[in-house]
């Protein structure tokens, strides 16, 4: 029992193990996790709703109303002392004179449908469908948004981590400077001052802060790419990739990107349906001023118990009476004041998307060629910083060896060390600029997921 009970402590002590992600696992996770999306897709939903609801119209419906209430008691013909004697037929007067109550059931009932209504109901039914393809195309744009989240998130980090490694290296390069000179104060040896001393630790005290924003930076990306993929922020994350490095540079075509941005962006695709949803609406408001046809079926019963029915069929008696008809109508609901307004509206808003429309013409082909010449420039700057940063390190460890030898002095590493941070820092802002640039480039011209 003892050693059962010790394996399950052992099991039990035993760290979880971190899930690690590269970064197309990460997109995908995220794609499947990100409540954002799942948002859109019940937009969606309620469009289709819409659509549902128009096409019922076209239906048969139940149009109903019953009630239970109270009439009049009566009993008797329709004659003073319940005859008609030849000669002495006399209509009662008493009608106004209570004799008490009697329930009174009503139930009205009609089964229409509707046989043509003039193009109200073909023009709603295409708006509602251009609607649906409006907001279906959100949500390929939110999935798109997903996906330069999840790599701003993820080239951050990397960035981040990468920076809080190399000022860890140079504090300790630092560090070992600072014990250097101290011995050699303390001892009596070498050329050294106790300017140097303070200078280096000065030094050191500034890339101490510079690494604590770093690491923060570091767990604020980490802590974003894990509520894009879904991870409980207690749980641990690693990244596949040990390194921030740029992608390869696209070799597209920027023309052929500019094309394809103009048939395959959601925008484009939001603006076609959108113009077609408002031309119909515009034709369904026109079509407003026209009737209804309709056919179908009406009836009705009434019935009151403690009243004597009249039979005659010339007289109708709404309190005992039943009857059922079908029946073929026009219905008309025509009010030119609102119709003109609504036509107003509707012409306006198509304009004012036909003008949104032109400008995204023109706009799309420049948020491709935007990010083309970002991505030409960025892939150049980091080449040319990734130079700088090798350089900066021999540099570094040049004056490095040299003061540990005695040849150098404090100031001179100082300034290596800056160089070399200043340099690699900016190589990996860049990087992450420049892949940021690239899949911005990808998003741009509607290489979507």
């Known amino acids: 029992m003892r050693k059962w009970l010790a394996l399950a402590s052992t099991c039990l002590a035993l760290p979880a193990t971190a899930e690690t992600l590269d970064l197309e696992q990460a997109i995908e996770r995220a794609l499947d996790s990100d409540p954002r999306i799942e948002e859109r897709r019940h937009f969606v939903a309620a469009a289709r709703g819409m659509l549902e609801e128009v096409e019922g119209h076209g239906g048969w419906f139940v149009e109903s109303n019953s009630f239970l209430a109270l009439a009049p008691q009566v009993e008797g013909s329709l004659f003073k002392n319940g005859a008609c004697a030849p000669g002495n037929c006399e209509l009662r007067d008493d009608r106004y004179e209570f004799q008490g109550a009697s329930p009174w059931f009503n139930l009205e009932l009609a089964l229409i449908k509707p046989l043509h209504s003039f193009g109200k109901l073909e023009n709603y039914s295409e708006a509602a469908e251009a609607n649906i393809r409006i907001k279906d195309q959100d949500v390929q744009l939110q999935r798109n948004a997903t996906v330069l989240d999840v790599k701003q998130a993820y080239y951050g980090y990397l960035a981040a981590r990468d920076g809080r490694l190399l000022l860890e290296d140079v504090e300790k390069r630092l560090q070992g400077a600072i014990d250097l000179v101290q011995q050699w104060l303390d001892q009596g040896e070498g050329e050294v001052k106790q300017s140097d001393l303070y200078a280096l630790q000065s030094g050191r005290a500034l890339v101490a802060k510079y690494k604590a924003q770093s690491a923060a930076l570091e767990q604020v990306a980490l802590g974003g790419l894990k509520v894009l993929t879904g991870i409980p922020q207690e749980e641990t994350l690693a990244v596949a990739d040990r390194r921030i490095r740029p992608v390869e540079l696209p070799d597209w075509e920027m023309a052929e990107l500019q094309s394809q941005a103009m048939k395959q962006r959601p925008e484009m695709a939001q603006l076609e349906a959108g113009l077609q949803a408002r031309r119909a609406l515009v034709a369904a408001n026109k079509s407003n001023s026209k009737p209804d046809l309709y056919a179908g079926v009406v009836a009705s019963l009434s019935y009151a118990p403690e009243r004597d029915r009249l039979k005659n069929p010339y007289i109708y008696d709404p309190f005992n009476e039943a009857g059922m008809t079908p029946l ?21 808003e198509l304009n004012a998307l036909i003008a949104k429309s032109s400008f995204a013409r023109m706009g799309i082909p ?12 960025y892939y150049e700057a980091v080449q040319r910083l990734e130079e700088a940063g090798r350089s900066a390190r021999r540099w570094m460890i040049a004056s490095y060896t040299d003061f540990e030898a005695g040849l150098g002095e404090a100031e001179k590493i100082m300034t290596a060390m800056q160089a070399y941070v200043l340099a690699m820092t900016d190589y990996l802002q860049t990087t992450f600029e420049y892949n940021m640039h690239v899949a911005r480039l990808e998003d741009a011209a509607g290489m979507t997921r």
């Open 328 to 348: 073929i109508g026009l219905r008309w609901n025509w009010t030119p004041g609102v119709d003109d307004g609504k036509i107003t509206t509707a012409e306006a």
């Open 366 to 377: 420049y948020q491709v060629a935007e990010q083309y010449y970002q991505v030409q420039g």
